[in-house]
């Protein structure tokens, strides 16, 4: 199973708060994602604000649990420097499954 992450508005908080704070921003997202890989998940950062996500655990086929799982890491504060913010999470996925 593959998930493709497209962090939504990353571009405003580039603008708002800075590249540095963008790139802060990049490489908690990419910590918060790397602890799924306890649970047989692969990460990359394919570039800008996209990562991939492949499970390679069949216990954890069910798409709607790895969106799950894959929310509730980037969903939540984060402190960039001198800015602290709070993520939604994302809105939209793009996914391919296949049993």
């Not at 649970?39 to 996500?53: C, S």
């Amino acid at each position: 199973m593959i998930a493709f992450i497209d962090l939504d508005n990353f571009k405003l908080i580039n603008d708002r708060f800075g590249h540095n704070s963008g790139d802060l921003f990049l490489i908690q997202v990419g910590e918060r994602l790397n602890t799924l890989q306890q649970n047989g998940e692969v990460i990359g950062r394919l570039g800008g604000d996209e990562f991939l996500v492949v499970s390679l655990n069949n216990e954890n086929a069910d798409i709607s649990s790895l969106r799950e799982r894959i929310q509730q890491q980037i969903r939540g504060e984060y402190h960039l420097g001198d800015v602290d913010l709070y993520y939604p999470g994302c809105q939209s996925w793009h996914s391919r499954s296949r049993s």
